[in-house]
């Protein structure tokens, strides 16, 4: 970050030095000039402009406001390479940040210089005489002899544009990784495949014995990271006669367990309860429930919503039981692990 302190400190001096030779070369303003020459175009003499001519430091002023807009755009464009080119995990704030405050530092630079060399300066003493007519005429010849100072219209314009439109881009491409787009293949990656066997959080592989009725437990892939947001299952057990699932996933729930990711499909917290039937009137089934804003799935049919925001199923981690009783996943999710995102819907598990 030295670099870009000394690179903007540099142009802060030569922006200040122009503005001083530009001061010298003018000198003190000379009023009756500026009368005579007001009366010589039937302008009212209660106003005084300085305005001067186009001249080489008008044209020199041009250049270093259109240097500094394109460094700011050169500025907003490292922010969405930056972004697009590593990963969230490796990405520097500071890195981020820098790039943002040095477009808004040379776009502000280069309004400075645009104001201090190439807006004419107005002084007013007194009433406006005249008509409406006469004041409108008078505005005008201002503006006309204001936009005679630029000389380089379309270079300033286009580099404006630069500035602006990269600017405009850097401010978006965050909003981008909410999906489908760029840094969003984790949201589609679990550590699971077929054969990993399940572990409790002691990392003790579990059994399908272990695994009792009206129980709520976790399980993890072993030996995966246990914070990726696939790697925590709920895992609970339910009579086998009360099993709706889908047909193509009848063989998932070996003696009737099932797995499902813990990771709620409304918002994305955990599913951490387990409502046990205490009233079938209202609650027939065993159901799993999101404590945050009680999302609630129905194991036994596939992880369907029953109540609650949640916008699909809970995805369903198929199961097998190897020859000596343990559990392992036989596959991957039945889909996307994580909070509906509209781009989840779009994407299958990896």
């Avoid at 009233?279 to 065993?286: C, H, K, N, S, T």
């Amino acid at each position: 970050m030295s670099a870009w302190r000394w690179l903007v400190g540099v142009l802060v001096l030569v922006a200040g030095r122009l503005l001083r030779r530009r001061r010298a070369a003018e000198g003190p303003p000379d009023r009756g000039a500026h009368a005579e020459a007001d009366v010589a175009s039937g302008v009212p003499s209660g106003r005084e402009a300085s305005a001067v001519a186009p001249g080489p430091q008008s044209r020199s002023a041009e250049l270093v406001v259109a240097l500094l807009l394109l460094l700011a755009g050169l500025a907003a464009a490292g922010f969405v390479v930056s972004y697009a080119l590593f990963s969230v995990a490796s990405l520097s704030n500071e890195l981020l940040g820098g790039c943002i405050a040095l477009a808004l530092a040379f776009i502000a630079l280069a309004l400075a210089v645009f104001a201090h060399r190439l807006v004419p300066v107005e002084e007013l003493e007194g009433d406006y005489p005249g008509t409406d007519a006469d004041r409108q005429r008078e505005v005008v010849e201002i503006i006309e002899h204001g936009g005679r100072l630029i000389t380089r219209r379309r270079m300033l314009v286009g580099a404006g544009s630069v500035a602006g439109g990269a600017l405009g881009l850097a401010a978006l491409t965050p909003a981008l990784s909410l999906g489908p787009l760029w840094y969003t293949a984790p949201l589609f990656r679990a550590p699971w495949r077929r054969g990993t066997r399940l572990v409790d959080e002691a990392g003790t592989p579990m059994t399908a014995a272990s695994v009792e009725e009206g129980t709520f437990y976790t399980a993890f892939p072993e030996g995966a990271d246990r914070e990726e947001i696939g790697s925590p299952v709920v895992v609970v057990r339910v009579p086998p006669s009360q099993l709706r699932l889908p047909a193509q996933r009848a063989g998932w729930a070996p003696f009737g367990i099932l797995a499902y990711s813990k990771i709620c499909t409304h918002a994305g917290c955990a599913v951490a309860l387990y409502r046990k039937p205490t009233f079938r009137v209202l609650e027939p089934e065993p159901a799993l429930v999101c404590p945050c804003h009680y999302s609630t799935f129905n194991p036994a049919t596939g992880g369907t919503v029953i109540f609650g925001p949640a916008g699909r199923p809970l995805p369903q981690l198929p199961l097998m039981a190897d020859s000596s009783g343990y559990l392992r996943a036989a596959g991957n999710f039945s889909g996307p692990v994580g909070p509906s995102w509209w781009g989840v819907r779009l994407g299958k598990a990896t």
